[in-house]
């Protein structure tokens, strides 16, 4: 099994290079995450951003697994399903479709919940999609939630009006502005008579069933290493496991079984969110770049903040997750400028601090740069490794051997073919 995970704050192309290698793999895996995630891919020159589903779906070959570190919100599901089948029916998607009968669900209170700690002032203020993300996986470890394959135990319609009872009584303690309740109920109800249509297994016995049987499958990992619960800006984060470790448990395959894996970056950095961002720029220079990378959620069309490179923040994202290959987005972005700088280290009460640390805070540390020249060309035009402007190759290099990860891919673009293969690392 090859892995792929994002290596900042999310949104560096993991969709758009899933679908370039999508052909070379029987299965694509969600491992983590939910509808928070927005993985872009263009298909019949159309742009479509995929949310809960793998990105293996516009492959008609390619089997697709919602893998049991998901939490799934079964509205949202029905959604998506048809939103893709009205888009191509020809793609089958619904035979194409495995959910794990133990990923657990999204409820409809979660939703609410999620939108009161955000606005809340005794509450923090995380910056999250207000999918109800962090009280799906909370009700998860609290062991008070409900799963997949729960909806067709006869109790379920019992337990599923217990707990939203309780929770929509607590709703509204809170004061939140809340629909019917029976209207709630009704809602996900249909998701999950639409959820029942659907191919529920135990996909830990299919994955490993498949490899055993020689098949290759790529784990996909939703949102990014820097907003993992454990290992990313705690507590400016998500709430599952997005890092390469993440894909075995949340997808239940042994680490022996792991083969190559792929983490992506872009050739700056973005975040949506609060959180420690130290190479983010600001003012009309932060304009300039988040409008011509078009850096505007993909999920929740908010601004993205945009900042530089951090090299200490990708070498520990290397590190955390064992990345075989890096692939590298979004250098077309940064042509035309005279100078490129990446942040090589930290200045922190002025003593130099080369590794991203967990207590690493804005106030205290400074971003040190390194320049490097400008490139200019046309990105659409580069078919070949020989294309690609020497100073970009030259960035490339240094980010390499920094990272001590080759760069296999280079995004020259947002389309399907804009991609291209290096071999002369
Ligand atoms: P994901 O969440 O990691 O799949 O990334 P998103 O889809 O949320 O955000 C990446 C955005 O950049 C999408 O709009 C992509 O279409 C676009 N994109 C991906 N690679 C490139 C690239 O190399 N150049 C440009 N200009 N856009 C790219
Ligand atoms: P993809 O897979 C970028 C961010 C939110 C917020 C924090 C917590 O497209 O890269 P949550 O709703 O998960 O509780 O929000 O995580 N976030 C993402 N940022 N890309 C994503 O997914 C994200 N998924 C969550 O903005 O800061
Ligand atoms: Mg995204």
Not at 112 to 141: C, L, M, V, W
Not at 205 to 212: F, G, M, R, S
Not at 333 to 352: F, Q
Request: aromatic share 10%; glycine share 8%.
């Amino acid at each position: 099994m090859d892995i792929l995970v994002g290596l900042q704050w999310g949104d560096e192309g993991k969709g758009k290079f899933i679908d370039h290698i999508c052909n070379q793999y029987d299965i694509i895996a969600r491992f983590n995450g939910g509808a928070n995630a927005g993985h872009s891919i263009y298909y019949n020159e159309q742009k479509v951003t995929l949310k809960l589903l793998p990105s293996g779906v516009f492959y008609p070959n390619t089997m697709n697994v919602i893998g049991t570190g998901v939490v799934v919100n079964p509205i949202q599901l029905k959604q998506e399903v048809e939103q893709l089948m009205a888009l191509d029916a020809t793609l089958a998607l619904p035979q194409r479709l495995l959910l794990s009968a133990k990923a657990h669900l999204v409820l409809p209170t979660y939703a609410y919940f999620d939108q009161f700690y955000e606005s809340h002032p005794d509450y923090r203020t995380i910056g999250t999609t207000k999918n109800g993300i962090a009280p799906a996986y909370a009700a998860k470890i609290l062991r008070q939630n409900l799963r997949v394959g729960d909806v067709y135990s006869t109790r379920f319609s019992s337990e599923l009006q217990a707990i939203l009872q309780r929770q929509y009584r607590e709703l509204e303690q809170l004061q939140c502005d809340l629909p019917p309740l029976n209207e709630m109920e009704a809602a996900f109800l249909d998701g999950v008579a639409f959820l029942k249509t659907l191919l529920v297994t135990d996909t830990e016995l299919y994955v490993n069933q498949a490899l055993h049987e020689g098949k290759k499958v790529l784990a996909e990992g939703a949102q990014a290493t820097m907003l993992d619960i454990d290992h990313g800006t705690y507590p400016y984060v998500t709430s599952s496991s997005t890092v390469a470790g993440g894909a075995c448990t949340g997808l239940g395959v042994s680490p022996k079984k792991v083969g190559a894996i792929f983490g992506v970056t872009k050739a700056y950095t973005t975040r949506v969110g609060e959180g420690i961002f130290p190479t983010e720029l600001a003012g009309a220079e932060a304009e300039q770049l988040r409008l011509k990378g078009g850096e505007f959620g993909s999920n929740t069309k908010r601004p993205r903040r945009v900042g530089w490179l951090d090299l200490p923040a990708l070498k520990y994202a290397c590190m955390v997750n064992g990345v075989t290959q890096l692939i590298v987005t979004k250098g077309d972005i940064l042509s035309d400028r005279e100078e490129v700088p990446i942040c090589t280290h930290y200045e922190v009460e002025g003593k130099r601090q080369a590794y991203f640390s967990a207590n690493q805070e804005e106030k205290t540390s400074q971003a040190v740069y390194q320049l490097f020249q400008g490139w200019t060309g046309d990105f659409t035009q580069i078919k070949a490794e020989s294309q690609v402007p020497s100073a970009y190759r030259a960035y490339l290099n240094f980010i390499a051997q920094a990272v001590g990860v080759p760069v296999t891919y280079l995004s020259t673009g947002p389309k399907r073919e804009e991609i291209i293969e290096l071999k002369a690392n």
